[in-house]
């Protein structure tokens, strides 16, 4: 503090040289914070908590599994029946008669081929159920999603370049496509985003949707890899604990996010001391698309929630030292008039 009251008494015109110090630094920071916030909403896979609960109170909790782990449906379902006795246990009811406690997804990838009196096209397969759509809107161009309260799990979503290459056009809701001997009817055709980003995350495979029933069997059961629930959240951490408590997995064979706060500036601080090492996988997990564009984001933004709070830090610091010299020499000026 000696030091600084000595370098501004040198000073002519400190106060205005801290004052636009101070003003900068905060400028700097609220910008910074503005650029963090615009990136944290920036897809909607990961803000499913605050689209369902806008009090705040959910998480969402990703897990990405190996194929290896030999995680199935069965899985899911014992997992689902764990989380609701703990949630009973736990006291947490639902928000109304209508709603649920919890909603959950999950996905598979394989690869299949798919007919059509045009063409045969071989495609990266989703096999998705639960919640899926609600996790991941993707933009519909023509129809609708299927869902898996369908009575004929028997309907395909397609993206554009299947839909062209499949039939040609993309108002083809209604169409049959073959698969194996197996009819199937397409429900809608969705935009696949042409940015150089998706291109990377995604491939430049054709891609579908399917109904994880359609392609999961007794003989050749689908792995799962990845699932995602949006769950109470009463207390900080309260959902990562329970989950961990119920995911009865080898700590190796998965890898887990919790979405609702991974654009915090705790955790983007972390990322930021990571950064060196954040390539240097040491498992086999393959993250979907969606996941490598958030840890895209998390680069991003990680290095700008280090400067906004190197500014707010700057900005305070300068701004309580002045407002401290200045009283120091008010108290001098005041003990010196009263002798």
């Known amino acids: 503090m000696e030091k600084i009251k000595r370098i501004l008494s040198k000073i002519k015109y400190y106060r205005v040289i801290c004052l636009l110090v101070t003003i ?17 909403d920036k897809y909607s896979d990961q803000t499913v ?19 290896t782990a030999g995680f199935g449906q069965n899985d899911i379902i014992g997992l689902e029946y764990e989380l ?30 798919l007919e059509s009196e045009r063409n045969i096209v071989d495609v990266d397969c989703m096999a998705i159920g639960g919640d899926f759509f609600v996790f991941h809107p993707v933009k519909m161009i023509t129809g609708s999603y299927f869902s898996g309260n369908d009575l004929m799990q028997d309907g395909i979503i397609l993206d554009e370049m299947t839909a062209w290459q499949l039939f040609g056009s993309n ?3 209604g169409q049959k496509v073959l698969y194996g001997d197996r009819v199937l009817f397409v429900k809608g055709v969705y935009e696949r985003k042409d940015n150089k980003l998706f291109n990377y995350a995604r491939g430049d495979k054709p891609e579908i949707f399917v109904p994880f029933d359609l392609v999961n069997s007794e003989e050749n059961p689908l792995s799962i890899t990845c699932f995602e629930i949006c769950m109470p959240n009463p207390i900080d951490n309260f959902a990562t604990k329970l989950c961990s408590e119920i995911v009865d997995l080898d700590s190796h064979d998965f890898e887990s996010v919790e979405n609702s ?8 601080w972390r990322v930021y001391k990571s950064r060196k090492y954040r390539s240097m996988q040491n498992h086999d997990i393959i993250y979907p698309y969606w996941e490598k564009i958030a840890r895209y984001e998390e ?33 001098k000026l005041r003990k010196k008039n009263d002798d």
């Open 299 to 331: 680069d991003l933004l990680a290095p700008k929630a280090v400067i906004m709070v190197v500014s707010f830090v700057v900005s305070g610091t300068v701004f309580i030292s002045l407002v401290l010299y200045e009283l120091t020499k008010l108290t």
């Open 24 to 40: 900068v630094f905060l400028i700097v920071g609220i910008i910074m914070k503005i650029i963090v916030g615009i990136g944290a």
């Open 171 to 173: 108002d083809i809701v």
């Open 49 to 67: 908590s605050k689209r369902w609960d806008k009090k705040g109170d959910h998480a969402q909790i990703s897990y990405f599994l190996k194929e």
């Open 84 to 113: 609701n006795a703990k949630l009973d246990y736990n006291s947490i009811e639902a928000a109304s008669e209508e709603s649920r406690r919890f909603i959950d997804c999950y996905m598979a990838k394989s690869t299949i081929a």
């Open 261 to 268: 706060t991974r654009y915090s500036v705790a955790n983007l």
